[in-house]
Structure formats: C-alpha cells, structure tokens
C-alpha cells in the first residue's frame, strides 16, 4: 500500500503544483490593462474581465498595469493586437478590417466547433520568444493543415512523421491574420496563418540513452533467466515463474528498445508503430501478471490451503494454470485494445487512438489501458504481502516446531520467507520503476533530472539480476554444476579411453594373426588364404 500512497502524493503533488503554476504571470502572459476601468479596492475591469489585486502587476520598466489574463481563463498568442494583421515581408504590424475569428476545432482536431473565438480565448498580443535551440518559421510555408484547438493550442498534421503532428502552446507560437502585397499591382491579399518555435534538429539523446540501457536490461534478464535454466535446482516451480516473468520483460525491453532506434534513425512507419504497441503492452501487462502470480504463490503456500486443491495438483499442471492466467488476461486486454483502436469510431478520451498520438499510448489512454491495470495488480501484491506476513507472525506464535533448527518444517518455512523477501524486493523495484514513471509523465519538462530516472526505469535487468542471481546460494549451486560437469567430463573420457583400448588391443591381436599367416606362407611357399582355407577345413 506504500507503493499506491507514494503514488498519490506524487500526483497530487503534480497537479497542486501545476494549478498554483498557472497563477504565475509574466510579460509572455499578460495584457496591458491601464485603460481598463480603476474601481475601489483595486480592482480594474479591462475588455469585459476583472481583475484583482493578485491578479495584475505594475510593469516598473513602463509603469502600465498588466493583468495576468492566462490565470482567468484559455490564452492564444495574437501576433499583432485586435484590428492589425502581420505583415510577414516587413515584419510589422499594419491596420486590417477584417475580423479575427479563427476556426476552432475539439481537443482531437476532429470537427470544427460553432464558436467564436473571442468568446473562448483571451487574446495575448505580440510574438512569442523562441529558445536558441528553435528557430520562428512560418506555418504556410511548410503546410496549411493546421487548426486551433479549444485547449488553445495549434495542432500541425505532418502526415510523414512520427508522430503525425506537432503541437505548439501559447508560448510556441502566435497566429493572426496575415498580409501579402503584390509589389506589382499593389493588391493586397490576407489569410490565416501562424509563426511557431520549430527545432532545426531533434534531440535524440534521450531515445539513444533509453535505448542503451535497455539493451544491457536485456542482456542481464537473459544471464538471470540462463542461470535459472542451467541450474536443476532452479527449474522448480518459483524459477518457472520467474522465467516466464524475465521473458516477458524481455521482449518488452526488446521491442521498445528496437522502436526507440527506429524513431531516432526515423526509419519507422505509423503501421509499425502502431504493431510494436500491440506487443510492447502485452508483454509488460503479461510481466505485470506474472509478479502477481509470484505474490499469490507465496500467500497460497503461507495461507495453510497447501493441502487442498492447488497443492494436489502436479507442478506442471499448476504452471499450467498460472499461464492461463497470466497471459490470457493481457490477450483479452490487447484484444480489446486493438479492437477498439481499429473501431472507426469517432476520437473520445475513452479510446486508445495510438495512430493519430504517435508510437504508444499516451495520456488519458496511457492511465486507463496501461496504469489502470497495473495499479490494481499492485494493490493485489501489496495485499497479498500483508496478508502472507500476518499469517508468518501467527505461525512463530503458534507452532513450536519451528524454533528446532533440525526441523524440516523448519527449514521449509525459512527458505519460503526468503522467497518472500526477494517478492517483496522486486516489487519494490517495479514500484519504484512506475512510480518514475508516473512522476515523468507529470513534468515532462524536467528533462535534465527525468534522464537518470529513465535509466533506472530501463536498467531493471541488472537489479534483478543482482537480487536473484549475486548470492551464497546460487555461487554454490553454479559451483556444484561446474564440479559435476567435470566429473561427468572426465567418465566420459575414461569410458572413451576404455573403448579405445580395447579396440586397439582387437587391432592388435588380428594384426598379430595375420602377421603370423604370412610368415608361414613365406616358409613353405604356399598361398596364405589357401592355407587358411585349409586349415579352417581341417
């Protein structure tokens, strides 16, 4: 329960944070309101919006008052003020009369709504300030498919590239009515255009260190699930599961490792995006079922049910079992999933829509496909451990027994508590792993902190290696493995080197017979195989 606790505050955390951040205001994010009316007690109405004390400021370079207009409501940056249009050639702003009213579309840029724009969105005049890693370029120059979403922000298509869109916040860009005239006619002609903050080149060292540490997660699965394999001892039914667990990290790690070099060379297609999705979810859904196999496990074998149903069963058939669970439930969800991605029906928050958002999900579609499940397996272990640590605490009361070092029972009840507490360390790891996760969904922007937060997402591998490979016992048994082989190595030779023998000494004793026959068919002058014959009639 810890896990989920930690979770929510992280969240809760994450979204008081982003709500006192929208009370913060700058020039980027304000109008001038001095010709606003000055009512008692400091408040000034401006353009049909009030605003108080907190919410405007005195500019002390101009001495104007400006009002945080962003902190009332849904801002869209103006390239010029109300009643001038952009002069794109002259970089200035010039008098127009026609009326700004942009088109606005819904949140998926799927149908185009009946509102007016300057009933949604307060206008911040003036063009934005791009970083020095982005230069300002002109939307219709490169494409007309754009649309003003009612979030305030613009939605570019880019149907060759993944994702199929760009879009820009209000601090990215400034749309307005833009001015062109003919040099030679002097007719002036006018449409609706944008300027965004455009990224010459695209940062790709995020991908190159997530997918980096991928493959060594991949690689230290592999050496954990070898051990596992290789190990007699192991292939019991907890290693079973372990090892149906480790794959299906594996070819989880391995697809989105392979999908993050694609995006970085950009030589990857939506079709292949959308199908790397598919198995990506389904292996880390079938990796989540699979812990919560491991957490039911122990709580069966602490719970005193060992008796009934599950123990009656043969190993085989209880992994049967288990892998009808935890891959059966990730195939009903992929299903569904794909289902409901290949629906046809019109964009709702309720549908995954992968095509139109990129490689994975992402947002709302994240935290109900992916983030919904996981949490309830989550609950489920943390119960599962509560309920398994009551019941060793009634067993020490209770059972005598087990205080005798010499008792089996003893020694069972012990090496399954150490099972325990490996459960419980690698749910730690995965708790820690998705809470991350969570937090860098939160504030994507904090990339410089988020990078080491992804290594330690992607290099599980090697900490689930140490946790179930780097100790005194599996040493022991990796020892007692390499001795046998020996061993068996070296019968192998001496039952070889008897075989041989023997076959050199029947080599020996014919070549000896036919070296006799000869030196008497050189005696007396006589064929040796006459001689043979012969003889044999004899």
Known sequence: MSVVFMLFVFVATGLCWKSHRLEICDDENSVDITAGTHLSGGVIYHDGVRYDQSEYYTDKRTGSDRGCVCSKGTCIRKCCPLGYGYNYKSKQCVKVYERFAPPVWDNYAYEML?????????????????TDSKTRIRIGQATKNFVLRVDGKLYIQIPESIPPWLVQTPDEYCIDTFVREDPTTG???SSLDALICFADKVNNEQYVLRFTCMLISCLF?????????????????????????????????????????????????VTTCVYFTFVIYYSLLAAFFWLNVMC????WTFSGKRGKSLEKM??????????????????????????????????HPLLPMIRQ????????????????????????????????????????KQTSVLKSKDSSTHDQH????????????????????????VVSAIYPEAEDIWKFTDAYNVLIGLIIFIIFVCKRKIFRLIKKRIKQKFRRSNNESRELKEIVDKRMRRWQNNSNQRASLETIRTSIGVDSDATVRNTTNI
């Open 296 to 299: 039911f496990d122990i709580w």
């Open 221 to 269: 699965i592999l050496a954990t699930v070898a051990v596992y394999a290789w190990l007699p001892e192991l292939r019991n039914l907890h290693g079973r599961v372990l090892m149906a667990y480790l794959l299906s990290l594996f070819v989880g790690f391995t697809f989105l490792a392979t999908m993050q070099i694609l995006l970085t060379i950009n030589n990857i297609t």
């Open 114 to 130: 009946k509102v007016n724009a300057s009933d949604i969105f307060h206008f911040v005049p003036g063009k934005m300030n791009c």
């Open 187 to 189: 007719e002036r002609t």
């Open 357 to 396: 958002q990129g490689c994975f999900i992402y947002g709302t579609s994240k935290l109900i496909y992916l983030y919904g499940p996981i949490s309830i397996l989550c609950i489920a272990n943390m119960t599962f451990f509560v309920l398994t640590a009551v019941k060793i605490a009634q067993i020490k």
């Open 414 to 437: 012990r090496n399954d508590r150490q099972r325990l507490l490996l459960y419980i360390k690698l749910l730690a790891v995965m708790g820690v792993s998705w809470i991350l996760e």
């Open 314 to 347: 043969s190993l085989r058939t209880r992994f049967v079992a288990y892998s009808l669970y935890a891959f059966g439930i990730p195939t009903v969800l992929t299903a569904l999933l794909v289902g409901l991605e290949f629906s046809g029906l019109p964009p």
